[in-house]
């Protein structure tokens, strides 16, 4: 069974700061990853997928790296509407996906 | 736009069925695959199943095979997501999403959710 760890669970960052947010699969998934931001009341947006490329409309503070068994986003320098849940989810064993427990992102 | 529309909030005692609808509008429905995800109160994403919206053929975590039922009505462009047994852990926000991509293969996430369906079991 896939599972998708993410860390830390919560990660607090001044605004204007660096936020390195970390996937980890418990086998390959290639370049096979997704990354959600989700604010309270809302649905989750699509940020980032096959583990580097930019959804439409995202911002270029938002990257995305890795393959294999570890994954990274990184917001480069974090903006009051950053502050959220951020999922990974991988899609390498099709039609099956897995999501990680997510990372709480929140204002130092 | 894309558009997915799901039914109102349930209220369901344990052992009880719950059936939630999603609407699709604004692009061909039988060329994206549906997922249902939940969102247990305060926790994360958990994923349930998908259909292919055209020949209709579903794939279901396997956490709740047996459970779940996943069907959809080409006619009016919903997809039906019925869920058994429940118990009071299965209190959650049910929703519908869009694989971002037509066709079947790999490229497998999602770009467009419904509103979500709030389904409390409770006795």
């Known amino acids: 069974e896939m599972v998708m760890t993410q860390s830390p669970a919560t990660l607090s960052v001044s605004p204007g700061e660096r936020a390195t947010l970390s996937c980890r699969a418990s086998?390959?998934?290639?370049?096979?990853l997704a990354w959600y931001q989700q604010k309270p009341g809302q649905t989750p947006r699509l940020l980032i997928y096959?583990?580097?490329t930019r959804a439409t409309g995202i911002p270029a503070r938002f990257s995305g790296s890795g393959s294999g068994t570890e994954f990274t986003l990184t917001i480069s320098s974090l903006q009051s509407e950053d502050f959220a849940v951020y999922y990974c989810?991988?899609?390498?064993?099709?039609?099956?996906?897995?999501f990680g427990q997510g990372t709480r992102l929140e204002i130092k | 736009q894309v558009l997915l529309v799901q039914s109102g909030a349930e209220v369901k005692k344990p052992g009880a069925s719950v059936t939630v609808s999603c609407k699709a509008s604004?692009?061909?429905?039988?060329?994206?695959?549906i997922h249902w995800v939940r969102q247990a109160p305060g926790q994360g994403l958990e994923w349930m199943g998908i259909?292919?919206?055209?020949?209709?053929?579903?794939g279901y975590a396997q956490k709740f095979q047996g459970r779940v039922t996943v069907t959809r009505d080409t006619s009016t462009s919903t997809v039906y997501m019925e869920l058994t047994s429940l118990e009071s852990e299965d209190t959650a926000l049910y929703y519908c999403?869009?694989?971002?991509?037509?066709?079947?293969?790999?490229?497998?996430?999602?770009?467009?959710w419904g509103q979500g369906t709030l389904v409390t079991v409770s006795s």
């Open positions: 999403a869009r694989r971002a991509v037509s066709g079947s293969g790999s490229p497998n996430w999602i770009d467009s």
């Open positions: 086998q390959s998934v290639s370049s096979n």
């Open positions: 096959g583990a580097s």
């Open positions: 259909i292919n919206t055209s020949s209709g053929s579903i």
């Open positions: 604004g692009y061909t429905f039988t060329n994206y695959y």
């Open positions: 989810q991988q899609y390498n064993h099709w039609p099956r996906i897995t």
